[in-house]
T-cell receptor, first 111, second 114 residues
């Protein structure tokens, strides 16, 4: 049973455009929602994270939007760059020890 | 400050052999987590260890898989009698505290079973 569902599976965006990746969860006990960025051959690296008591968090070009009532959260990458081409994973945790990951979105930013 | 170190980076084993994956956490981190990433899938939690203790092994397959984190040395994930389905990337993460929400992942070990 997939605890966190992620879409789309792949995404192609023009340079300068906005990339949007969506995730949905079921367990209302989750209290931490991070996004990870993974390049080929590397481990996932924490990009940005949010707690359910806020609806939005922005760090540079990356923004998380959180909708607690809908149990959904999304990552927005503004002014997407070719260097942003990577696989992005959303995740959720209820105690900070075990994370449930989405299945990933392969982002390609074309020049 | 070196990050989480995993070795080997790539490991090829024949069916029936044993695979040993090693993970050295970041300096000052005493909590280690192992995840498995199958092709085209997200990471799946396997086990959470502290020094000399297994805290949560709810994601470990019941047979052939074991993990340890001794007082001295790296954490070891051992897979006995490997099968083709064990082929995956295995990632280790570490954190300084329990319930810290702050993971740092290593670069992973890519296991191929032939």
């Amino acid at each position: 049973q997939q605890q966190v569902k992620q879409s789309p599976q792949s995404l192609i965006v023009q340079k300068g455009g906005i990339s949007i990746i969506n995730c949905a969860y079921e367990n209302t006990a989750f209290d931490y929602f991070p996004w990870y960025q993974q390049f080929p051959g590397k481990g996932p690296a924490l990009l940005i994270a949010i707690r359910p008591d806020v609806s939005e968090k922005k760090e540079g070009r990356f923004t998380i939007s959180f909708n607690k009532s809908a149990k959904q959260f999304s990552l927005h990458i503004m002014d997407s760059q070719p260097g942003d081409s990577a696989t992005y994973f959303c995740a959720a945790s209820k105690n900070g020890n075990q994370f449930y990951f989405g299945t990933g979105t392969s982002l390609t930013v074309i020049p | 400050n070196a990050g989480v170190m995993q070795n080997p980076r790539h490991l090829v084993r024949r069916r029936g052999q044993e695979a040993r994956l090693r993970c050295s956490p970041m300096k000052g981190h005493s909590h280690v987590y192992w995840y498995r990433q199958l092709p085209e899938e997200g990471l799946k939690f396997m086990v959470y260890l502290q020094k000399e203790n297994i805290i949560d092994e709810s994601g470990m397959p019941k047979e052939r898989f074991s993990a340890e984190f001794p007082k001295e040395g790296p954490s070891i994930l051992r897979i006995q009698q490997v099968v083709r389905g064990d082929s995956a990337a295995y990632f280790c993460a570490s954190s300084p505290l329990r319930d810290s929400y702050g993971y740092t992942f290593g670069s992973g070990t890519r296991l191929t079973v032939v």
